[in-house]
């Protein structure tokens, strides 16, 4: 192997900073990470920070520190070109990078299929300064509310993990949030979670969606399925039945589409919602020094959902898969092996699944068991980027001094 092999790895999400970690530690590369953050953050915990319910210090990882952990130099920017005949990407601050191989992991965005008002009236939950804003709307939309003694609208569209996680941690805040509490969450909110599908979390068993309809129905959503979105505008939501509902506060938490920087890679064959088609040892269909990996990139053959398990065995397979490749070896298949799903619900409730016919949680123990997985999945993600014991002491930190909303109460 060359001694100066130089691998760029664009996105520094849970994917791309797998890969950079894994792959700076393999002997004889020059691994750069690009991202255009200053800190690494877990992307499933985004409804998190938008309810005030985890804080950014310690749970937020500069990607300076990282780097110096494992090895590899970081870049803050964002990739404005890639010539792919030269082998090099341009960043927005003006630097030229140049690669001998390159990983895609520029992520994903919610999508919003065109549909009319969706960009100009709703607030996204695709990065950490999106979490940002919409924590400082929810608190200025509550205390208005509270302010004119009227109900506080919101409105998230999308019955996927995100949507309902983000609407149960929402009325987390408003429970936990001094001056607030429960009782003003049942007086104050006015909220509706919609989805065009007949159900919400479809990726789970129909018991557990059935269930986590019931259970956002008892802390304060009204959950609208089979319902069509066809525009949005600063009054609300309207539907495809004519049907008009009335929102302060608009979500849109619904669809995948890959980054938009992707388009950046002429040439490349490219999926409806943007994905990079790449081969079973994710390397790109057109062009075998260009990897891409989680959400931005597809399996043709094998299609798999854009999650972050994925994206952290994608990452973890690249550090076995790249070495042999500029060896001149050929490498065994990526193979995703699926370890069940999670979805919490706040402090109220959780469930989980096995597979797409087993599922498990709802109950008093069975659905804190639920929650504990999930949180652990981060605990786990959080102590390979910080190590064990800043992942131990941040646990614990949240479980005696657990992160307190702040909405001006």
Known sequence: MASQTHVVVLGGGVAGLEAASSLSKQNGLAVTLVDRSPVHYWKPALHEFAAGTMRHDGNCVPFAETAAKNGFSFVQSTPSAVDRDAHTVTLENGTTLPYSK????????????????????????????????????????????????????????????????????????????PGFGPDARRNLLDAV????????????????????????????????????????????????????????????AAGVRASAATALLEGLERGRSGQLSVTPTLQTTQDPDIFAVGDCSRIDSAPL?????????????????????????????????????????????????????????????????????????YRQHQAGVTGIGKAISETLRERFSPARPDLGG
């Open 102 to 177: 390159l990983v895609v992991a520029l992520g994903s965005s919610a999508n919003d299929f065109g549909i009319p008002g969706i960009v100009d009236h709703c607030r996204f939950l695709d990065s950490l300064d999106d979490a940002d804003a919409l924590y400082a709307a929810f608190r200025e939309a509550a205390q208005t509310a509270r302010a004119n003694g009227k109900k506080l609208t919101l409105g998230i569209v999308g019955g996927g993990a995100t949507g309902v996680q983000l609407a149960a941690e929402l009325c987390k805040s408003l429970d936990k949030a």
């Open 193 to 252: 979670l919609i989805e065009t599908g007949p159900r919400i979390l479809p990726a789970f068993p129909e018991n557990v969606s059935a269930e986590s309809a019931r259970e956002l129905e008892k802390i304060g959503f009204s959950v609208r399925t089979g319902a069509m979105v066809v525009s949005a505008d600063e009054t609300g939501f309207a539907l495809k039945s004519g049907e008009h509902i009335p929102c302060d506060l608009r979500v849109w």
């Open 305 to 377: 959902a854009p999650t972050a398990q994925v994206a952290r065995q994608q990452g973890e397979y690249l550090a076995r898969a790249v070495p042999q490749i500029i060896a001149g070896g050929t490498p065994q298949p990526f193979a995703y092996h699926d370890r069940g799903a999670v979805v919490a619900l706040g402090d109220y409730n959780g469930w989980g699944m096995f597979d797409p016919q087993r599922g498990f949680g709802g109950g008093i123990l069975s659905g804190r068991f639920a929650r504990f997985i999930h949180e652990g999945l």
